[in-house]
């Protein structure tokens, strides 16, 4: 007889086997990443300082919030938070930390070189690159073979660190992760399961919701109330202290989505987004680059005058990639796609906020270009390879700074391309043996 030790041992060998090539990713972002944050400044730019995350710095302020027990305020504080408050409830304990190693933080004063960086740093790039072990999971239920997934796998942690090292907003991929495990568990018809991991995805970041309408067309009708209860319980939880304590800043900040076009890249978009406050001049430091005697160079704060704005809301807009999420859920609810169509209308529907954006940053393509690769690697090369080179084109483009039409134009355009080539043809699906869940709902597992 075996014993239970043997069995959770061989468990995890086996666990462990198959996702090597995932933790070595894994650890190869979080390798990259802190050396880029240290060194990219010194060796490029000659400037002596770490190049960490504005935005990080932000979202750890309201885990700073979270700490002291004012979640209620995080939403007034000035942080600029426009998502659920999971990531900032997940990196409480790291702010806790601060005070008693006595380290620094980058706000509200900016500092060259933090020390929290030591903690915050390698966590926030632990939590991006988590993201690979359910993709992997997923592309094995799509009868993807071992070779195809290390280079997809490869593929994926390149398309997530710059989402994490350059822009430090691991709350992304970490509700991707969750909404992935949710499809896993849809796929072995653990219906609660599904559920659960859902509410957790919508607590770090709601966009998730655009991928619930097509997942849901997998599940049992009779089932769905229960898991919207499941899927809604984390975030009411969270949002019921802020939105009892700052009604205006909380609804302000999850409903209209202030964006910021002169930070960003602006697309045609925003002249149908409503301003939220218009161009002004506000007092505050300066950070100028001053050349030292020895030939480095450093960073010394003078007070001056900083132009702001305009603010818009990007909520609006996004409310039509919401319907359109919504269409193709009815749509696949009348049908039984192949699961490598199923991820593929999944990237579609992720993708549609990138379509109808007022402003855009680059991190906001991640989500469905990781989805589309994975649809495209369950097809033929003659699909994987212009899909891969479209969503690389893509990534590059997304960094420019050009004028709305072109910005927005050449963006489009790659993405397009991308998802056109990624779809996976009846006579280009390699190896899928799923079934469709509804076809004998009658068969349900009991979670």
């Not at 998502?83 to 060259?112: D, E, K, M, N």
């Not at 919701?209 to 067309?217: G, N």
């Not at 009411?236 to 076009?261: M, S, Y």
């Not at 697309?267 to 506000?282: E, F, G, I, M, N």
């Amino acid at each position: 007889m075996v014993s239970t030790v043997e069995l959770v041992e061989c468990r995890s060998s086996h666990w462990m086997r198959g996702q090597f090539w995932p933790f070595i990713a894994m650890v190869t972002i979080v390798v990259t990443g802190l050396a880029y944050s240290f060194w990219w400044a010194r060796l490029v730019y000659h400037v002596n300082l770490w190049a960490t995350p504005a935005d990080l710095w932000l979202t750890f302020r309201d885990a700073h919030w979270v700490g002291w027990g004012s979640e209620g305020a995080i939403y007034g504080a000035k942080t600029s938070l426009v998502t659920f408050p999971g990531i900032a409830v997940l990196l409480t304990p790291l702010a806790l930390l601060q005070g008693p190693l006595h380290l620094t933080s980058s706000f509200p004063v900016y500092l060259p070189k933090p020390t929290e960086w030591y903690l915050l740093g390698p966590a926030q790039l632990l939590l991006g690159g988590f993201i690979l072990f359910p993709l992997n999971d997923v592309a094995k239920r799509l009868g993807i073979g071992a070779r195809r997934r290390i280079g997809l796998i490869w593929l994926e942690a390149a398309l997530v660190w710059p989402v994490v090292a350059v822009w430090g907003h691991p709350e992304d991929p970490i509700a991707m992760a969750l909404a992935l495990y949710a499809l896993v568990a849809v796929h072995d018809r653990k219906w609660l399961h599904a559920g659960f991991f859902l509410g957790l995805a919508v607590a770090f970041q709601p966009l998730v919701l655009l991928m619930i309408p097509a997942v849901f067309a997998l599940i049992p009708i009779r089932r769905w109330p229960v898991l919207l209860g499941e899927i809604t319980l984390p975030s009411a939880v969270l949002l019921l202290g802020p939105l009892l304590h700052e009604w205006g800043p909380t609804t302000t900040a999850l409903l209209k989505q202030p964006n910021f076009p002169d930070l960003n890249h602006p697309t045609p978009w925003l002249a149908l987004a409503p301003k939220l406050s218009p161009t002004r001049y506000v007092e505050s430091y300066v950070f100028k680059v001053h050349t030292l005697a020895n030939g480095t160079k450093a960073y010394s704060a003078v007070a001056g005058k900083v132009r702001t704005g305009p603010v818009v809301a990007a909520g609006p807009e996004r409310d039509v990639a919401l319907v359109l999420a919504l269409l193709i859920g009815f749509y696949l609810l009348k049908r039984a796609p192949s699961w490598p169509r199923l991820v593929w209308w999944l990237g579609v529907a992720l993708s549609f906020r990138c379509l109808f954006e007022s402003v855009l940053d680059p991190f906001y393509f991640f989500p469905g270009l990781s989805l589309i690769l994975v649809a495209s690697f369950a097809t033929t090369w003659r699909k994987v390879l212009p899909t891969v080179a479209f969503a690389t084109a893509c990534t590059f483009v997304s960094y420019w700074h050009t004028g709305e039409w072109t910005y927005y134009l050449l963006v489009s355009a790659t993405l397009l391309l991308a998802t056109g080539f990624a779809f996976p043809s009846t006579s280009s699906v390699r190896d899928v043996t799923t079934t469709w869940p509804n076809a004998s709902p009658t068969h349900d597992v009991a979670d």
